[in-house]
């Protein structure tokens, strides 16, 4: 229990030098809501805004990855870990760089896995916990937290973060997708009486690489902004499959550096735009 309340103490101290703390979620996984939360981060960087990127999913992180530094391990100093920074000064953290390689499963120290569901939420939380509290995070307008999938993730990480600024979701046109994440999105404003800044629709087309043509993935008509709608919160906007932008992440690049004039670039900075303007109103 000391320690606990030794890591809520520091978390405490380390969360007074960021300004917003906002979860990017979904509920169902292969949506692109990492893809969404590097891109996001990327683009509020350009706008001059002080980002950071925390990979809360502990089981399958990528952020490392996609943010450029994926072969950084985290190193003790003055207390505190230190957090990767990719070349145009983000910090990330995430649980992949303390594993050996990208191929290593992360597996708890225990005599037996057996009837490890027991325990297994609880050791997660106190790892995210100390990712949290331990990394030196410096002074940052925001701080994107990528969950992994499952509604109820919402609600572990606000056991953690009473102070959670917000949640912005993230969705395809699909129908078993606008289900899951319908679900996500009442636990968000009915249960945990978390802030939804908006719904992103992932996907919404493919982009045609040499005549930007958009063709619709899930047929032509999609039901994301009724969705938003119907919970009552915001459409901030919908981003079009471009694999330029898959290829970027999968190499730690930047797609709106190379990319900037593509519709997914501008969609990008668009919402990242509305995201930041959300911010203000809160701080203000």
């Not at 990719?86 to 057996?114: C, H, K, Y």
């Not at 797609?255 to 735009?273: D, G, N, V």
Request: proline content about 5%; overall charge negative; aromatic content about 4%.
């Amino acid at each position: 229990m000391g320690q606990v309340a030794e890591q809520h103490d520091r978390l405490g101290r380390r969360l007074k030098r960021i300004g917003s703390m906002i979860a990017v979620m979904s509920g169902k996984g292969g949506v692109g809501k990492s893809t969404v939360t590097a891109s996001l981060a990327d683009a509020l960087t350009r706008k001059g805004i002080c980002t950071g990127v925390l990979d809360a999913d502990l089981n399958g992180p990528c952020m490392a990855r996609m943010m450029g530094v994926p072969d950084f391990k985290p190193s003790p100093k003055n207390g505190s870990m230190t957090a990767a920074r990719n070349e145009f000064g983000i910090p990330v953290m995430s649980m992949g760089m303390f594993l050996p390689d990208e191929r290593t499963p992360l597996v708890w120290d225990a005599n037996s896995q057996r009837g490890a569901y027991t325990w297994r939420s609880m050791v997660e939380m106190s790892a995210l916990r100390e990712l949290l509290s331990d990394t030196e995070w410096g002074d940052l307008d925001v701080l994107l937290i990528d969950l992994p999938p499952g509604a109820e993730r919402l609600q572990n990480l606000v056991d953690l973060l009473p102070n959670l600024a917000g949640a912005i979701v993230v969705t395809t046109p699909s129908v078993v997708a606008m289900k899951v994440v319908g679900r996500s999105i009442s636990m968000a404003t009915d249960i945990t009486n978390v802030e939804v800044v908006g719904i992103i629709e992932n996907m919404s087309a493919v982009v045609g690489p040499a005549c930007g043509h958009q063709d619709k993935f899930f047929g032509e008509t999609s039901m994301v902004e009724d969705l938003a709608a119907a919970h009552d919160v915001p459409y901030l906007g919908k981003i079009p499959f471009d694999h330029r932008l898959a290829d970027c992440l999968d190499h730690g690049q930047s797609y709106l550096q190379t990319h900037r004039s593509k519709p997914a670039a501008t969609a990008i900075l668009s919402i990242a735009e509305q995201v930041f303007s959300w911010t203000k109103t809160k701080s203000s």
